[in-house]
């Protein structure tokens, strides 16, 4: 790599693809990207199987990763945990739905210590990554950014998400138009990052703008094994491909590599918690006892329906009710009403039908957390998940207040009329609170939102991993861009939130860029 501003970011989804491209905007900053999976280097070359932007898609880009939902393990066992691996990351396999943090969740952030995270702060660089065409407040949206968003027009909605909206307006919430304004509440339509059918993600978004820039490399089908030290500064990164390692040299190391890998890959290059290191015999570079902890994801509880005519032609999740419990955060419960295929959900269905009525109810705020445990020295193998769902008392009863609601709207009024069967639920089950605590243990899934276990904080922190500059402590030249440097989940799915942290990282890397220039 030539001599100058260099940085090597790893990981090429939602934070890796924003940082690499916004950092080689400087035409002076060479820039290398790395990923573990492929790369479609055009619209066309992306297979038939992820061009359906509407139903998420579990297989074929997976890592493989297993999730322990429910503690003790032995309850349940391990179970999928799917995760995108390419260019684009699970940015490239998600149900694209496209939501903003609030603004409770930024000045939450900036109450432990973070004030470069206030809502103020981060605002602009949400604003700087879309093309909105929400009929909302337009001081809100950006208008050249490089993600659309918009929301499918009603008329192209499934019955069955009509009607849901009908039977929450008809319980006195009231109807929002647009989810990403401040304080938004009630049910409404969902925006979402689509680029014609394709998701909106960093591999055709900012990617597609970048990748021709002689000063970025896009090196994919390359794992990373760990991070290079001289002291305490990271110098580079150790990869391998087809069989072959080298090193690769540079001015700055950045983890992207999500909730799961950026901490494993901590660990592995000698950064993490002493026993652990010491368990897997590695030499210490840097003690911190927060990596692979605070692992937050929004858990859901899946209320399933048979619809009685299926339109297989209207797929997606394009509605929600979102509200506040007595007494808890704003907005901290939510339904997201969607028509998906199977295949998209992540449990088994014994059903015939191509797709199903799905009303899961998220906890936007749980405060259950679970860690990673790292059982092994070797890069290809997987850490531990444990998700320790409903761990928390609160946790249960506001899921069972949820997955009450989910059920009184499938089997009353206009919208029980479109559906033939609740699938494993009933009456008895939602009216004793004990066997409904036992039956959302046995059924509790995925958001698929793992962030936290980097988390973010000061130096007086002794969980923290990063700062509010995303800088690993005590390391120098080493970052994290990704979901795992969240202190704590936002309300909403967190996709948009991570393109706006390599927004945040690529800002704060210039600007001291900028200001190391200057004075020399």
């Known amino acids: ?96 739905i496209a939501q903003r943090g609030s603004v409770d969740d930024f000045e939450a952030w900036a109450a432990m210590g973070n004030d470069a995270w206030a809502w103020d ?83 055709v978004t900012y990617l597609r703008e970048a990748q ?62 002493a026993a652990v290191l010491g368990e897997l015999g590695i030499d210490p570079v840097i003690e911190l006892e927060g990596v692979g902890r605070n692992l937050y994801d929004h858990p859901i509880i899946p209320v399933v329906t048979r619809l009685k005519n299926p339109d297989e032609s209207r797929i997606g999740f394009f509605s929600e009710l979102r509200w506040t419990s007595a007494g808890g955060r704003e907005n901290d ?44 020295a070797d890069p290809n193998d997987h850490p531990e998940l444990h998700l320790n769902y409903l761990d928390d008392r609160e946790d249960v009863r506001l899921s069972m207040e949820m997955t009450r609601l989910s059920y009184e709207l499938a089997t009353t009024g206009a919208l029980s009329e479109l559906i033939s069967e609740v699938l494993f639920l009933d009456d008895d089950i939602v009216g004793d609170d004990d066997r409904l605590e036992q039956w959302m243990r046995g059924v509790v899934n995925t958001g698929f939102h793992s962030v936290g276990t980097c988390r973010m904080g000061g130096e007086d922190d002794p969980r923290a991993v990063v700062d509010q ?20 989940i936002i309300h909403g799915q967190p996709n948009l939130t991570c393109y706006m942290i390599g927004e945040r990282l690529a800002e704060f890397i210039n600007e001291r860029t900028l200001a190391n220039s200057n004075a020399a």
């Open 212 to 273: 021709g820039r002689e000063n970025l490399t896009i090196r994919d089908q390359t794992t990373v094994r760990r991070v290079l030290f001289e002291g305490t500064r990271a110098v580079g990164v150790e990869v391998e491909r087809d069989g072959e390692v080298e090193q690769l040299l540079a001015d700055r190391v950045v983890l992207a590599a999500g909730a799961i890998k950026t901490p494993q890959l901590l660990v592995l290059s000698g950064v993490g918690p």
């Open 469 to 488: 500059y995303l800088a690993v402590h005590g390391a120098e030249s080493l970052y994290v861009a990704d979901g795992s440097i969240m202190p704590e």
């Open 333 to 376: 419960l939510m339904i997201v009403a969607g028509v998906i295929e199977l295949k998209g959900m992540n449990f088994p269905l014994d059903i015939d039908d191509r797709s199903a009525g799905f009303l899961p109810a998220v906890l936007a705020k749980p405060r259950s957390r679970g860690w990673l445990d790292f059982k092994s």
């Open 121 to 203: 702060r981060v605002l602009p660089s949400y604003v700087r990554m879309e093309t909105d065409r929400v009929d909302g407040e337009a001081a809100y949206h950006g208008t050249t950014g490089p993600v659309p968003i918009a929301q499918i027009p009603v008329d192209r909605w499934p019955d069955f998400q009509v009607g849901f909206v009908d039977a929450c307006m008809r319980k006195g919430f009231p109807r929002c138009n647009d989810f990403n304004a401040p304080g938004a509440t009630g049910v409404g339509a969902l925006s979402r990052n689509q680029k014609g059918h394709l998701r909106g993600s960093t591999l």
């Open 1 to 96: 790599m030539a001599v100058g501003t260099s940085t090597i970011i790893v990981g090429a989804g939602s934070g890796g693809g924003v940082a690499a491209t916004r950092l080689s905007e400087q035409p002076d900053h060479e820039v290398v990207l790395i990923e573990a999976g492929p790369f479609y280097a055009t619209d066309e070359e992306i297979p038939e199987h992820l061009q359906d932007a509407l139903n998420p898609q579990l297989e074929g880009h997976d890592w493989g990763f297993e999730a322990y939902f429910i503690e003790p393990p032995e309850e349940r066992g391990a179970e999928p945990y799917p995760r995108g691996r390419l260019v684009g990351g699970s940015s490239a396999v998600n149900a694209t």
